[in-house]
């Protein structure tokens, strides 16, 4: 009997030029009428005209107040053809740049970006527990981030609570910057911070300020405060990052059965609206600046009033408010997540269906796909290594398979008698070293050989992974002249006093 | 400010008649073009015409040779005239009768029926370890998929291996009249032993040789020994059931790299042509006989050879299945499953991707929807109960959310400030008893609140949950009356020496 082909082990991390730019590879599912959605839509659009916005910032409100909306103190009322107008100015398709241009990547219907999980306060891994973020913590989820081509975009993993606030976005974007070459973040805490993190940017990547105003090179995420409000920093970040030529996410964060109506058709009305009211201000801050639509709902359990995920209502959510952006043909986000407090099968389970919930809207960038717990407040690093296993199944699962005549294997099963085996097959010898996607942290050995290895469960064995990854880790080409070019640049505005948040 | 509604514990089994025939909510995938699935049928026509498969039981063999197969030694040549009129005579859709008619199943294209992980020698819980299946396993198992409306049939989830095997199947048996009226199976282990099984069902059910004759009662897995190999046993099966209008569940096992071509399509190939040329023996048998094709398709991991669930090759297999079912518009099966040791992470993601494969598949019973674990050689009960939360969130998808226009809450919009909560909304007052699906074992409270607990994972708590529902459990109306009907016959044919397997 011929002896089967054995492949040697494949490397954690992997170099796969294809995964970088991905397309949904299944349709997007409706889950309202068309009617329903022109529904919602109109609603969202009598929302914002008749109950309006609270918006906070003075600034915001004049400029909304010039575009035509009527203001009563902080309460702004919004036409429908301010909307109209704004979703005509919004670019449907941009192009996020890098530091790599290989790196470089379409935002639009269709495409799929996975971002990692983000906003947490706490970072958490089986070596040192849960705890507050740290700039270490943060640097490693930077690097590991870096690490695996299936995530597309960097993220605020967790947030490094040794370093001060009004000298923290320096830590972040530092990291950023030197440790990857993928797309970066900045926080919207006012414009002081808002306008160092753009001049690290053009500083560390030697543009020029057109080179930089022309492209989008750093996105944000604005959360309304649902219901109906708008924040000082978030309007702030809305008008800025405009501006600047650079990407707003507008997130409402809308928890059916708290922050917005308990039903999923009630709390897209609200969700949709305060999308479409932030991208008012943005596209009046300036037209055609580039921005992301959508949202992160899901519901609350009403046992307890918390945050649930991966729930079938977190998958509507996702699915209608899918509709809702080609209904108004934006590019717009999603979001997986996990409320579980571990790395568990609830934090597999919850993720996976937000996921595919995500998958099922077509959401262009999926926030939080890898490493999210506690709804939000934990950074998990053996969870992130899990996710990733799922990510790259979907990424492998955007290519199509092989159906040349080869591929059909007419000679393999000639060649194989009745119950017997194809692992010597020439189709088999030509084709093992490269079939089937190889998992990261699955262990597929038997029972008794993973005995014999410890009976590690897969959130043990991803200690070693993470572990393993970062130890290997070299910061990408260009990382020494950027640090170079950064260093002063930081130096310079630490010794000035940092830059304080806007409350 | 107004007191948030608590919601009262929801009980862990929940009377939900919706959930009991589910169709799929999602439309079907499509991987190939309608040219390659056309193609992949045709070679699977060539491979039955001039490849032939080799059929090991004599009868089989004379009955195929009678319907026009040219039959060498133990090969038999199938010509796709005779695949056309079994495709022909086969039922597109037929009803599956249950011991309570509430739980009658309608099998055809669109439909979605969830199966228990089966077929386990092993069984597995967290106080009582890793184990040969026993008798008192088994039961439990019964009586945990019947507590569940979410699954639909029972199945042999793990062999009672303290019952010699010539009297295991009156245990198999008696166990799922008595302890269930959900949709039972019968292994096929030879004609004694299926006989046997088809008296108790007509026995414990009082029904007549008509009415047991004309409506399907019970359904087996016929398997394959791809490639291309079909044993006595199964042979008989395919023969036994359909005379006596039982369902056969036809099903390839072709774990692409090793008894299948190391390609999807390849794979496809050879499991389209087991599975119709299993199909004409069960037609030829009696045409029109209830049966289901598809698959169980997936990879092995070319590093060890070891089966791998829950992979993108698996999930394509899954979608490749469903065209070809819907090419020749029969009702098919498919699985979910994993290939984990234990129930972690890994676990609940192969379980989850293979789930949402066979949702874009579409498929019309996915079998080993709850339990499976180590590809199954293992029946694990936390693992069943984190499972079954996975399939109540699928069910609870495929009702549309509430579109009515209370449901945009309007109302509840106007009546919270910007900033508010609507936990005290008319709205919400009059949906939080029941809006949101409850989760089973999913824990949502907050990091401090869980560590009080215990620090408790999914399936460490999932143990207290299987337990709670074996002890809560009361058997289905008409048990008694079942089982006093079954005694007499049960212990006749133990002094008569049970029966023997066909090897």
Known sequence: MARRPRRQPTPLVQDRPEWRQLRHPFAPHALFSDDEIAGI?????????????????????????????????????IGRDMVEAAIASAPASFRLCCANPLRDLQMENGALLFGPGSGCPNASDRIHGRRPGTQADFENAVRLTQS??????????????????????????????????????????GRAQVEDGFA????????????????????????????????????????????????VVITPFCLSGAMAPITVAGALVLQHAEALGALVLNQL??????????????????????PAFGTPEHVQMSIGTGQLARHVGLPWRGAAGAASNTADMQAAGETHMSLWGNLMANAGMVKHAAGWLEGGLTFGFEKFINDVEALQT?????????TSADSLGWDALNEVAPGGHFFATAQTMNRYETAFYQPLVADLSNHGAWEKNGSL??????????????????????????????????ARRRAEGGAPILD
């Open 148 to 189: 695996l081509d299936v995530l597309h975009t960097l993220g605020p993993c967790c947030e490094p609570q040794d370093i001060p606030v009004h000298l923290r976005h320096y830590v972040l974007m530092q990291s950023q910057l030197t440790l990857s070459d993928k797309f970066p973040f900045i926080y919207g805490r």
């Open 41 to 77: 839509h109109a609603m969202a659009l009598r929302l914002l005209e008749e109950l309006g916005l609270s918006i906070l910032l003075k600034e915001a409100r004049d400029i909304l107040a010039i575009g035509g909306a009527s203001v009563e103190e902080d309460m702004v009322f």
């Open 457 to 490: 469960r897969s959130d043990e064995r991803a200690t070693a992974i993470w572990q393993q990854i970062l130890k290997d880790f070299t910061p990408p080409p260009g990382s020494t002249e950027r640090a170079a070019r950064l260093e002063p640049f930081i």
């Open 200 to 247: 690290m940017i053009r500083t560390a990547l030697d543009l020029d300020e057109e080179t930089f105003l022309n492209n989008a090179w750093v996105e944000t995420v604005v959360n309304t405060n649902s219901p109906r409000l708008i924040d000082r920093p978030m309007a702030q970040a809305l008008i800025d990052f405009a501006r600047a030529g650079q990407v």
């Open 285 to 306: 801050a300036c037209p055609g600046a580039p921005a992301v639509i959508g949202g992160f709902g899901s519901n609350v359990d009403m046992k307890s009033g918390a």
């Open 394 to 402: 979907i990424a492998t699962l955007c290519t199509q398979p092989d």
